[in-house]
Each structure stands twice: as C-alpha cells, then as structure tokens.
Nanobody, 126 residues
Framework: QSQLVASGGGLVHPGGSLRLSCAAS????????IAWFRQAPVKEREGVAT?????????DYADSVKGRFTVSRDSTENAAHLQMNSLVPEDTAVYYC??????????????????WGQGTQVTVAS
C-alpha cells in the first residue's frame, strides 16, 4: 500500500523549532514534487513550502515563513522534511505533506496534488 506519513508535530514555545518529516512507503518520491501545507481552524489550507522533484531542487516559500522554514528531501530515506525555526503562535496549524508530478509552487492549489499525508499538529504556545 503506497502512502505518505507525516510526523514530527508537537507543542513548542514561541521561538522554538520543530522538524517535520514526510515519509513515503510503497512508492518512490523521486519523481514527485513535494509541498507542505498547513490549515489552522476556520482557515483555508495554505501552501507554505515546496520542493521540486529530485534533480531540480527548486524551492518556494510562503512569505509568512521565508527565512524561518526550510524544506528538503532525502532520497536515501525516501522522505521530505520541513525544518521550522523561530516559530510563532500564528504557525499553529495542522501540517500536511503532499506530492504530485510536475512543477509546483506554494500557490499550487491542494486539488492539484494526488498524494497526501495524514497531517500532524503543530502548536506554538507559551
């Protein structure tokens, strides 16, 4: 069974860091572009970071996370990661990873993605 599994969420104080992971099983992530989305209560799901398929490495970030979040992929682990630093309460949301073939940016709508992880909760609070 092919799936994406997101992990690494939790409760962190403002200014803290978390590293989210998105592991693929049953298929290779290599040809897929990967996005991280987040969805806070009563808000729409928004793209926060994307990375193109292996070999290209194009990155894109939402303005709200630029300079604080870093997206990467690890071909040996068949996974992607989202390093989140200097977290603020506004980063509180459920974070999802998603994968699709083709070029993407953080403005690519969720409907364009064929594979989704289950979501992991990130809470930033004192």
């Amino acid at each position: 069974q092919s799936q994406l599994v997101a992990s690494g969420g939790g409760l962190v104080h403002p200014g803290g860091s978390l590293r989210l992971s998105c592991a693929a099983s049953g298929f290779s992530l290599r040809p897929y572009a990967i996005a991280w989305f987040r969805q806070a209560p009563v808000k729409e799901r928004e793209g926060v970071a994307t990375i193109s398929s292996s070999g290209f490495g194009r990155l894109d970030y939402a303005d709200s996370v630029k300079g604080r979040f870093t997206v990467s992929r690890d071909s040996t682990e068949n996974a992607a990661h989202l390093q989140m630093n200097s977290l603020v309460p506004e980063d509180t949301a459920v974070y999802y990873c998603a994968a699709t073939l083709g070029d993407i940016t953080t403005r690519t709508p969720p409907s364009s993605f064929s594979r989704w992880g289950q979501g992991t909760q990130v809470t930033v609070a004192s």
